[in-house]
C-alpha cells in the first residue's frame, strides 16, 4: 500500500477558521480529557438540526449529532481565531485542523464524517450531567418537533400546543441548570445544544401566533 500523502504545511491565513470551527474526532479526546478543549469551548449540533455543510455542501438536517468547536459570539469564526490572525491553540490544534490544507481539500473530504464525537463519547457514562443530557435530547427530538411545527403550520392546535410544551421544557433546563448544577451558562451549548428557536426555524414561526409563547411584534 502506499503511503498517504503528506499533508502540505498549514500557510496559517486564517481563512478556514473565519468560516467556523472544527468538528471533534476522537483522536480529539485527549484534549478533553486534560481540559484543552472544554465544555465552554465546544457547540453541540443535534440530529434533525439545520445545518450548512461546507464540505458536502448544501443545507439541511443533520444525520446525525456533533460536537464542533464554537464560534465566537455573535459571529462565525471559530472561538480560538484570535485578531491579530493567529490560532490560539495551533500546536496542540483538533485533527480536522491538522488534516486540513486548502492545497489538498481531499484530504480533509476523507476524514470529515468518520469517527466524530457526540455528548455520550465525552461526558462518563452513567453521569448526572450524560442522563440529564439524553433526557433532554429525548424530550425535545427535532425530528418530532419538526413534525409538530408542520402540523402547527396547517392549523392543528393540539400540535401547536405540543410544540409550545418542548420550547418551554427547553427553556426551563436552560435556566436551570446554571442555578441547580452551577454550569456557567456559556456551557450550555455544547450541554444542551442551540435554544430550539436557532436550531430548528421553523419552531419560532410555529409559535409566534397571538396568546402563544412568542408574540408577533406590532
Known sequence: MPAPAAVPPCRRCG????LG?????????????????RPEHCLTLRRGETVT????????????????????PGGRACLFYHDP???????????????????????LAALYATNRLTRADILPPGSDLAELCA??????????????C????????AAREAARAVAR????????????????????LFYLGR????????LRAALTIPGGLYKRRP
Open 53 to 72: 455543510d461546507n464540505v458536502a455542501g448544501g443545507v439541511g438536517p443533520l444525520p446525525v449529532e456533533l460536537v464542533k468547536l464554537r464560534p465566537v
Open 21 to 37: 470551527g472544527p468538528a471533534l474526532h476522537h483522536d480529539d479526546l485527549p484534549a478533553i480529557r486534560d481540559g484543552r478543549i
Open 169 to 188: 421544557l427547553d427553556a426551563a433546563l436552560r435556566e436551570l441548570l446554571p442555578r441547580r448544577l452551577g454550569l456557567a451558562p456559556q456551557t450550555l
Open 195 to 202: 435554544p430550539l428557536v436557532e436550531s430548528l426555524p421553523a
Open 15 to 18: 481563512r478556514c477558521c473565519r
Open 85 to 107: 490572525p493567529a490560532c490560539a491553540i495551533h500546536d496542540t490544534r483538533p485533527v480536522e485542523c491538522r488534516t486540513l490544507s486548502c492545497d489538498a481539500p481531499a484530504t
Open 150 to 157: 408542520r402540523q402547527a403550520a396547517a392549523g392543528d392546535e
Open 135 to 148: 433526557h433532554h435530547e429525548a424530550e425535545t427530538d427535532l425530528a418530532r418537533l419538526t413534525r409538530l
